[in-house]
């Protein structure tokens, strides 16, 4: 783990230590990914009570794409079957993905301990490539000392396995009062496109402001925007090293073999309910207690606080996959009260995603389009924090890759994303209210 962990060290020093690395990365060779077609509630009922029964059960997308482990295909299938419910084959090898994820990184890229050999040049970071977690963390203090007057770095806190969560403040200092904005990405493990996202997307906030684009220059005027790529990068990191399709944290359970914890069921609000497991084996694990998670904890602990001296207008937490904008809430079907402003303005801003690239991203509220979820991020930003508006953002893309999006899918992604983001932000400044 000390070996990988540290990925910006010489090619040679890396090639020697790595000797002593013996794990290979857990193979999926042979998984496919189920689409099942959802007729009715009942439907609905039967999966989630096989999901929090099968603790090993991946649902990439719940209740439609299950990943199917070889091993496991005839008992899964035949479940499915005695409900009466139909699928098709989606994803027919997931390590196939895997092998064909890096369409853009040079061939030579990789050292043989699977660790990426990255320019020593500081100046130089390649946007349209998946990234380590250490790379990233050497982005964040690269982009301050980039634009010293726009960009201030800081550490929000440390992960479980201590690495430092270091985040940047993007704005203008005006003297005068201003509204903070928080994104951030990879709060799921595996979902690699949203920090990719996240640190493109601020570095062309960055750009524009110093090209004098006006729109731009009137939102770093108006908001402080906070910004934390990776929010779980102990499982981020392991995605690398162990298992592509990780998701969760990587904190020890008491009393369970299974590592980690939803930590976007961690959150302290309606912590516990529906779409959440009390089984630490579980995907969606909503760990021992609220805020256990020490990433989440920080987190929080940090915007709050803020919170406190600047009014939050607007947070997002970009996941992938699905293209979908969705608001508070997750844990119940009831609408909040603030929801027809939601709701305009995700529809700006996903009509501004698609004036890009021309791709649909379905909006509304998370428990109506997607499914309902307890203790996620949304709804702490709009329940705890009072912030209005509250999202999560799944990017890219609707399941022909799913969490494995190659590569040359990253440029488009990101564009499409800051120009809805933009839009979510000029909202905010022609709608004061709340
Ligand atoms: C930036 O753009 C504004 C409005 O378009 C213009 O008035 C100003 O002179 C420009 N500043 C620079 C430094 O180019
Ligand atoms: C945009 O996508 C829609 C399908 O969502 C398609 O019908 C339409 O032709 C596309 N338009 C362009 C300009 O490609
Ligand atoms: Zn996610």
Same mark, same amino acid.
């Given at each position: ?22 794990c ?24 989630r ?36 419910l ?10 196939? @993905?895997?092998? %064909?994820?890096? +369409?853009?990184?040079? *061939?030579? /890229?990789?050292n043989?301990? !699977? ?31 980039k ?20 985040? @940047?403040?993007? %704005?203008?200092? +005006?003297?005068?009062? *201003?509204? /903070?904005?928080?994104?951030? !990405? ?22 524009d ?40 944290t ?8 299974c ?5 976007n ?10 779409g959440a ?101 949304k ?17 890219r893309?609707?399941?022909e ?34």
């Amino acid at each position: 783990m000390g070996v990988l962990r540290n990925v910006i060290v010489p090619a040679v020093f890396l090639a020697v230590l790595s000797l002593q690395v013996t794990c290979e990365p857990r193979s999926y060779d042979g998984y496919k990914v189920i689409r099942i077609k959802v007729n009715s509630e009942d439907d609905v009922r039967f999966l989630r009570t096989l999901q929090t029964s099968n603790g090993q059960l991946d649902f990439w997308d719940f209740p439609s794409d299950l990943m199917v482990p070889t091993d496991q295909a005839d008992t899964i299938e035949s479940q499915l079957v005695s409900q009466g419910l139909k699928f098709d084959v989606w994803i027919h090898d997931v390590q196939k @993905l895997i092998d %064909g994820q890096f +369409t853009k990184s040079p *061939k030579d /890229g990789f050292n043989a301990a !699977g660790a990426r050999i990255q320019s020593t040049d500081p100046h130089y970071f390649d946007y349209e490539i998946y990234h380590r977690w250490a790379e990233i963390d050497q982005w964040v203090k690269n982009t301050a000392a980039k634009y010293p007057t726009l960009a201030e770095e800081f550490i929000i806190g440390r992960s479980y396995e201590k690495r430092a969560m270091r985040a @940047l403040k993007v %704005g203008v200092d +005006t003297g005068n009062e *201003k509204w /903070g904005a928080w994104y951030n !990405g990879g709060i799921h493990a595996r979902e690699w496109v949203s920090p990719a996202t996240v640190m493109w997307m601020t570095n062309q906030f960055l750009e524009d402001y110093k090209n004098n684009v006006t729109e731009v220059v009137t939102l770093l005027e108006t908001f402080d925007l906070y910004v934390l790529p990776v929010m779980n990068p102990d499982g981020y990191e392991y995605t690398w090293t162990d298992e592509r399709l990780w998701r969760k944290t990587r904190s020890i359970n008491l009393g369970s073999n299974c590592m980690g914890t939803d930590p976007n069921r961690n959150f302290a609000y309606e912590w516990g309910g529906i779409g959440a497991s009390a089984d630490p084996c579980s995907i969606v694990f909503r760990g021992p207690y609220p805020h256990s998670e020490i990433e989440i904890k920080d987190v929080t602990d940090f915007i709050r606080e803020r919170g406190k001296t600047q009014k939050f207008k607007l947070y997002i937490d970009f996941h992938s996959y699905s293209q979908l904008w969705l608001s508070s809430w997750g844990y119940t079907y009831d609408l909040p009260d603030d929801y027809e402003t939601m709701y305009d303005q995700m529809t700006v801003g996903c009509e501004a995603i698609k004036s890009v690239h021309n791709k649909t991203y379905v909006y509304g509220a998370g428990s109506s389009v997607l499914y309902a979820t307890a203790g996620s991020s949304k709804d702490w930003g709009y329940g705890v924090m009072g912030v209005p508006y509250s999202y999560t953002v799944e990017l890219r893309d609707t399941g022909e890759y799913g969490f494995v999006l190659p590569e040359d899918q990253i440029l488009p992604t990101c564009q499409e994303m800051y120009a809805g983001l933009k839009a979510a932000l000029q909202f905010n400044i022609d709608n004061p209210y709340p």
